[in-house]
């Protein structure tokens, strides 16, 4: 009995070894795969938001983490777009804290002038058929920005149009559109600043 029970315990721990092992060589051999297909999509989320002419450098490479306000709570990341070195915008993610169903996190391309290049909602929880036409499949509502420049904090136009802005808000949901327009505001203002920044940001990897 005990003889039979060592064999099996042997037998399972060879098992055991040889799944762990084969485990650890799929994914060596997939993980660069998925890593490239990653980067593929991130780079195509960036194209939605700026203009692929206009810089000719990796935004990947070129990723800083920063802890600011305006972008919302906690620490975002931000990707500098050069041409020629040269910093001309930037990438940014910024969170509206103030969705109907909770936060609303965006990714936001900006000048350093105020113009507002692109914004596309990565990830929110809002209400299905109401608040949820800000995603890009829903409705084009959220390509609205894209060159929009804002004056200033007190540029009245960045608000929804029941607010006095020129921003259309969805029927039976002002709420979503609003937080949303507040954010990118805010994260637009917040890129005017980026330049006078740029030596002190943190990089993503360290």
Same mark, same amino acid.
């Given at each position: 009995?005990?003889?039979?029970?060592?064999?099996?315990?042997?037998?399972?721990?060879?098992?055991?070894?040889?799944?762990?092992?084969?485990?650890?060589?799929?994914?060596?051999?997939?993980?660069?795969?998925?890593?490239?297909?990653?980067?593929?999509?991130?780079?195509?989320?960036?194209?939605?938001?700026?203009?692929?002419?206009?810089?000719?450098?990796?935004?990947?490479?070129?990723?800083?983490?920063?802890?600011?306000? =305006?972008?919302?709570?906690?620490? $975002?990341?931000?990707?500098?777009?050069?041409?020629?070195?040269?910093?001309?915008?930037?990438?940014? =993610?910024?969170?509206?804290?103030?969705?109907?169903?909770?936060?609303?996190?965006?990714?936001?391309?900006?000048?350093?002038?105020?113009?507002?290049?692109?914004?596309?909602?990565?990830? $929110? $929880? =809002?209400?299905?058929?109401?608040?949820?036409?800000?995603?890009?499949?829903?409705?084009?509502?959220?390509?609205?920005?894209?060159?929009?420049?804002?004056?200033?904090?007190?540029?009245?136009?960045?608000?929804?149009?029941?607010?006095?802005?020129?921003?259309?808000?969805?029927?039976?949901?002002?709420?979503?559109?609003?937080?949303?327009?507040?954010?990118?505001?805010?994260?637009?203002?917040?890129?005017?600043?980026?330049?006078?920044?740029?030596?002190?940001?943190?990089?993503?990897?360290?």
């Amino acid at each position: 009995m005990l003889k039979t029970m060592r064999k099996h315990g042997v037998t399972l721990a060879l098992f055991a070894a040889g799944s762990t092992g084969l485990t650890a060589a799929i994914n060596q051999l997939t993980k660069h795969t998925i890593d490239e297909q990653a980067e593929k999509q991130q780079n195509a989320l960036f194209q939605q938001v700026i203009p692929a002419d206009s810089y000719n450098n990796s935004l990947l490479k070129s990723c800083f983490v920063v802890d600011a306000p =305006e972008l919302g709570k906690g620490a $975002h990341k931000i990707y500098i777009a050069r041409k020629d070195d040269k910093p001309v915008a930037a990438v940014i =993610e910024a969170t509206a804290p103030d969705g109907y169903s909770g936060a609303i996190q965006l990714l936001v391309g900006a000048d350093f002038n105020g113009t507002v290049l692109g914004t596309r909602v990565t990830e $929110h $929880h =809002e209400t299905p058929g109401l608040g949820d036409k800000i995603e890009l499949r829903l409705s084009d509502w959220i390509t609205f920005f894209s060159g929009k420049k804002i004056a200033g904090p007190d540029d009245s136009q960045w608000a929804v149009k029941k607010d006095g802005g020129q921003f259309d808000q969805f029927t039976g949901a002002t709420i979503t559109p609003r937080a949303v327009v507040n954010a990118v505001k805010r994260a637009g203002l917040y890129a005017k600043t980026l330049p006078n920044q740029l030596s002190q940001l943190q990089s993503c990897g360290e």
